[in-house]
């Protein structure tokens, strides 16, 4: 609807930034925050922190109290009306007698999708929705997009020098980027759902893909790294070693193969992996969408991060799965002989891939760039 006022902007925009503070928390759930308004006092505001505790709306009705009684409740996603592993929130403000709600956007849920609002109209509440949606979007890619297709929102991390390169010829890697940009990669890890990369990497680097505390740069490190993302590793041929770092972290790492070696396999469990075989592809590699249906479907994965070598990056762009592209860019040069970026092998240039700028910041010395692939536009 047309016709917001500056007032319902502004308690909106308090609750978008309240829904930030659950960026790396609240998966798999959408991060939500709620401000209660009467008159023109805000009488309470909460949001989602973590799975299984309060919603938005509940957390800000506890911190109001009797005081909700007649408010504008601001809320940036549809109210629930379903019974999850918390009550349905449109039955709380009902019963608290909020008398209007305000939402950012519709829920994409399924389950709820207008139902929420529904419920409070019947229950003679004004129920409105589409005040700053584009903002309220922006915190939620994964849930909007697994809840819509099924897939998880698909972002792409590389670094690179300023000519392209990711590694030297032997592989040598560590480290192209500095230390703000590393602790930049931190926080992509710690909002993720899941981490994928490939046994090349793993194989290379020894990588452990976990969200370490101490290099988050964020208030309640601690707490944001207690919730360590799903481990993903592709390994078509079961070549990882069963002392790799990354079976030792806390949360179980997910082995995505095409081999059907009974005693590997067994090996790898015994390791504390969880092992999910998959036909291969025509390369004779890992189906990537079969997979992320799978990761979409069993795993609740909303956002993953593919952290990984210019054949795994190259594939994603290539079958047109990967949503987003953060480049790390370091000041320096590694020269012809090292690794490219991309394995992207395209003939023409009606081929290439356009790329939308969405960010673009220094990190100390580095450059980050955040980009959307424009898929089959061509030149």
């Known amino acids: 609807m047309s016709g917001w006022s500056e007032a319902d902007?502004?308690?909106?925009?308090?609750?978008?930034?309240?829904a930030a503070q659950g960026t790396w928390t609240t998966d798999p759930n959408p991060r939500v925050g709620c401000v209660l308004v009467v008159g023109n006092k805000i009488v309470g505001e909460g949001y989602h922190r973590r799975a299984g505790e309060g919603h938005a709306e509940v957390n800000a009705l506890a911190q109001a109290g009797e005081a909700a009684?007649?408010?504008?409740?601001?809320?940036?996603?549809?109210?629930?009306?379903?019974?999850?592993?918390?009550?349905?929130?449109a039955d709380a403000l009902i019963k608290a007698g909020v008398t209007r709600v305000v939402s950012a956007m519709v829920d994409p849920n399924p389950q709820v999708s207008g139902r929420g609002i529904e419920r409070l109209k019947q229950?003679?509440?004004?129920a409105e929705s589409g005040l700053l949606q584009a903002q309220a979007e922006r915190l939620n890619p994964g849930f909007i997009k697994r809840m819509q297709t099924g897939l998880p929102f698909v972002r792409i991390k590389l670094a690179s020098s300023l000519d392209g390169r990711t590694a030297m010829a032997s592989g040598e890697s560590q480290w192209i980027t500095g230390p703000a940009a590393r602790a930049?990669?931190?926080?992509?890890r710690a909002r993720s759902t899941a981490i994928m990369t490939g046994v090349e990497s793993i194989l290379m680097d020894d990588s452990a893909l976990t969200v370490r505390s101490e290099q988050l740069n964020l208030p309640d490190a601690e707490f944001i790294a207690q919730r360590q993302p799903l481990r993903v590793v592709l390994d078509s041929k079961l070549r990882m070693p069963l002392n790799a770092k990354i079976l030792q972290e806390p949360r179980q790492t997910l082995l995505v193969t095409c081999s059907d070696e009974a005693e590997r396999i067994e090996a790898f469990k015994q390791a504390g992996a969880q092992v999910f075989s998959l036909p291969a592809d025509e390369q004779g590699q890992v189906p990537l969408m079969p997979l992320l249906q799978w990761l979409a479907a069993e795993h609740q994965v909303n956002e993953l991060l593919v952290e990984t070598g210019a054949t795994l990056a190259g594939a994603c762009l290539q079958q047109k799965l990967a949503d987003e592209l953060v480049i790390y860019q370091a000041m320096t040069l590694m020269g012809s002989e090292a690794r490219p970026?991309?394995?992207?092998?395209?003939?023409?240039?009606?081929?290439?891939?356009?790329?939308?700028?969405l960010d673009s910041r220094w990190l100390g010395d580095d450059h980050k760039l955040v980009l959307r692939p424009v898929y089959g536009e061509g030149v």
């Open 9 to 18: 902007h502004i308690y909106m925009s308090r609750a978008l930034q309240l």
């Open 123 to 126: 229950a003679g509440i004004q």
């Open 341 to 357: 970026l991309l394995a992207l092998p395209l003939a023409k240039m009606q081929q290439q891939v356009r790329l939308q700028r």
């Open 69 to 89: 009684r007649g408010a504008t409740a601001y809320v940036t996603l549809e109210p629930c009306c379903h019974h999850g592993r918390t009550p349905p929130c």
């Open 184 to 188: 930049d990669v931190q926080q992509l």
